[in-house]
């Protein structure tokens, strides 16, 4: 009369263990942050997890509980081949997020979960980013194990079904199956504690690595699944609103005199560079300088030396250069157009001011919502992958950077002034492809990106060349920055991976000045405007960093976690263990607070738009 009691506990068991295998196969998959996380650490990972993997497998194992009651009534629903289907359909879904976890923590440094779904919406351009993976080594690993472990089910369940259809005593045998639903309900809430198990319910100490190693992937995919990432709440609610609100007024000086100014109307490009580090700069592989024309470009103009990126992604970094407008730490404000089209851009400022407008990429600009943004920052002219020939979409994300350069050129020969083009590179996002002769030989994901970085600089570094042999140059204005950092080459220094180069260059600026003010993304705008002699109050979150009050410092966000710089320090905050994870320099309570009351009147904003 126990064999269903013994079965569902087996097959509870059975879901623990596989959660157990994948976080085995996670660390064994980021060895080189499990070793310096350190043995206890990794170890404390697997014991602390326990309490997530007990909660899903009993969210796995409750439906089939209620048939299994049912079926005491109805003999009829007592079928073996019903938990084999559901078994496969479950055993599917979480190796195929176990799977994709492994290359989304090392291409994010987060737990996949349902923003992953926002992507999908472009299938060509996820493709495109999983291009450089070893596709068949990772379907041919996926369906040896599914089948192995599926095998093991079945074996399981087959066993299971000899003694309970021999079993009687109907109504003890539905008293204990409820009493065990009933029991049940302490793992799925993660215990006997007031609030039910989250993300950091499992975090353990101060190693992040081993904090999201402790996680459940499914458990945290399925979480964030059902916890709209649009809520209308703020989740970051540290302070007073009132006290937030001043902390944020201090950082953003309204008044302020530049000796640099421009009063010409000059034409004005914005390159966007994919994924360019600023640990690019300074490193040599295997003997090559990863961005040689950039170095040389750099002693022109005005370079900032020490600038972060807003977030971490494409469609973040975007709003962050042309609205002034930080990132957020679980969504982005462009993949909700309601919320967007509120954003100021300077496409709207330079059309305004009669400026002609024109944006290039040589991918899709419907990826993330991108294109609806555009259109709305008052771009007049869109050139894209549809406006290349098919021998020139020679890249998996559409047209390589040195094509659309081309198309730049050409078109900007025939532009009338003054001009707002902005232009966004492509070919050093991953699968890293180039389509010429590799400089930096080796076929490591760090030699594979920083080769395809080398090749960017080739074509940007030509088209500076060309822009200097034009009429026009002497009134034009370049400013170069990445749309986010990377996590390659990594230093073990997550502040690193969010650093980024910021140049503005070209004739109309006569003097060289290196800048060391710390500043964002979201500078570029007010800076660029008021250089420009076109200074405007609608950014609200962009300060000129050529002024002579600026206070300088930097926030940016990534999955649920946020980081504060200032001149003399810096700390990196995660929001699920609501503690430091990296911190170095004059770290004291009131930059903590200061960040905290960044990321909690940004998100209020981000709410009321």
């Given amino acids: 009369m126990f064999s269903r009691i013994v079965f569902l506990l087996k097959y509870w068991l059975c879901w623990i263990l596989i959660f157990q295998l994948a976080r085995i196969l996670f660390l064994f998959f980021n060895y080189s942050e499990a070793t310096a996380a350190g043995t206890r650490n990794v170890m404390n990972s697997m014991l602390y997890g326990l309490r997530m993997d007990a909660s899903m497998a009993t969210y796995f194992v409750l439906p089939m509980l209620i048939l299994f009651l049912l079926g005491i009534i109805l003999p009829v629903l007592n079928n073996k081949k ?93 008293f204990l199956v409820l009493l065990l639903g009933g029991i049940f309900i302490i793992p799925m809430r993660g215990g006997l504690q007031l609030a039910p198990i989250n993300q ?32 209308k709440h703020n989740p970051y609610i540290f302070m007073k609103p009132g006290v937030a609100a001043h902390l944020m007024d201090s950082l953003y000086i309204p008044v302020g005199d530049t000796d640099l100014t421009i009063t010409t109307k000059p034409n004005v490009i914005v390159i966007v560079w994919e994924s360019f580090t600023a640990k690019a700069l300074t490193h040599l592989e295997n003997g090559v300088p ?51 089209k509120s954003l100021p851009t300077l496409g709207n400022i330079f059309s305004r001011a009669g400026y002609q407008t024109a944006f290039y990429y040589g991918g899709e600009t419907e990826f993330a919502n991108m294109k609806a943004y555009l259109l709305g920052a008052s771009f007049q002219k869109f050139t894209t992958v549809n406006d290349f020939k098919k021998e020139d979409q020679n890249s998996k994300w559409g047209a390589h950077d040195g094509v659309v350069m081309q198309r730049l050129q050409q078109d900007i020969a025939q532009a009338r002034q003054p001009f707002f083009y902005t232009w966004l590179t492509l070919s050093s996002h991953e699968p ?18 920083l080769n395809s970085l080398h090749y960017t600089d080739e074509v940007v570094t030509h088209f500076i060349h060309y822009c200097k042999l034009q009429p026009w140059w002497n009134n034009t204005i370049i400013v170069i920055v990445a749309d986010h950092g990377h996590r390659l080459p ?69 999955n649920d976690g946020f980081g504060f710089v200032n001149q003399k320090g810096y700390f990196i905050f995660d929001n699920v263990g609501k503690s430091l994870i990296e911190q170095a320099g004059q770290v004291n309570d009131q930059l903590i607070r200061t960040g905290k009351a960044y990321e909690q009147y940004s998100i209020e904003d981000y709410l009321k738009r």
């Fill in 200 to 231: 950091s319910s499992v975090y353990f100490g101060l190693n992040h690595f081993s904090n999201i190693a402790a996680v459940n992937t499914t458990w945290n995919f399925m979480h964030s699944l059902n916890n709209n990432v649009e809520s």
């Fill in 490 to 558: 990594a230093t073990g220094k997550k502040i690193d991976d969010f650093k980024i180069p910021l140049l503005f260059t070209g004739g109309a600026l006569k003097q060289h000045v290196i800048n060391n003010n710390t500043g964002s993304q979201t500078d570029i705008a007010a800076t660029l405007l008021s250089l420009v002699s076109m200074p405007d109050t609608s950014f609200k979150f962009s300060k000129n960093l050529l002024s002579n009050k600026v206070v300088p410092s930097a926030y940016f966000s990534f």
């Fill in 290 to 340: 990863v961005v040689p024309g950039f170095n040389e470009l750099k002693n022109e103009g005005i370079y900032f030396s020490n600038i972060y990126a807003s977030g971490d992604r494409t469609d973040k970094g975007i709003v962050a250069v042309l609205s002034g407008y930080p990132s957020q730490p679980t969504t982005s404000i462009i993949k909700i157009p309601e919320k967007a």
């Fill in 82 to 174: 019903v938990w084999i289907i559901y078994t496969a359909i479950l055993l599917f879904f979480v190796l195929l997020l176990s799977y994709a976890d492994l290359f989304a923590y090392r291409a994010w440094g987060n737990k996949i979960d349902a923003t992953v779904l926002k992507y999908l919406q472009s299938p060509k351009e996820a493709m495109a980013s999983v291009g450089n993976l070893p596709l068949f080594w990772i379907i041919l690993f996926f369906l040896i194990s599914y089948f192995i472990l599926l095998w093991i089910f079945k074996k399981l369940i087959s066993r299971g079904w000899v003694f309970i259809s021999f079993e009687n005593k109907k109504l003890l045998q539905a």
């Fill in 432 to 449: 890293y492809e180039i389509p010429e002769k590799t400089s930096i030989p080796g076929n490591k994901d760090v030699q594979m990106f």
